[in-house]
């Protein structure tokens, strides 16, 4: 069984600056690309950023320049480098994974709220 646990969310000002992670565990081979979603109150889930194997990324217009996705392949590991954040960031933010021969999973999510 895999798991994929975030952590790292909170309520930050506005202009803050917040580190999430997510740790994926359990039995597989390998993991391919990794991502970063996020779900406001009363919208659809979005596209945050993602991250391949090798490292090449791609991000949200509305992210670009101000949040950061890396991974720590040995550690199974992926994050999101959150700066400069505004109030419209406010939201569940959800990792997730596509496993070799095992599919795609997603994290339970990490809430994360920017006040003025």
């Known amino acids: 069984q895999v798991q994929l646990v975030e952590s790292g969310g909170g309520l930050v000002q506005t202009g803050g600056s917040l580190r999430l992670s997510c740790a994926a565990s359990?039995?597989?081979?390998?993991?391919?690309?990794m991502g970063w979603y996020r779900q406001a109150p009363g919208k659809q889930r979005e596209l945050v950023a993602t991250?391949?194997?090798?490292?090449?990324?791609n991000y949200a217009d509305s992210v670009k320049g101000r949040f950061t996705i890396s991974r720590d392949n040995a550690k199974n590991t992926v994050y999101l480098q959150m700066n400069s954040l505004k109030i419209e960031d406010t939201a569940v933010y959800f990792c997730?994974?596509?496993?070799?021969?095992?599919?795609?999973?997603w994290g339970q999510g990490t809430q994360v709220t920017v006040s003025s």
């Open positions: 991250i391949t194997r090798g490292g090449s990324t």
């Open positions: 359990g039995s597989f081979s390998s993991i391919n690309a």
């Open positions: 997730s994974a596509g496993f070799t021969f095992v599919g795609r999973y």
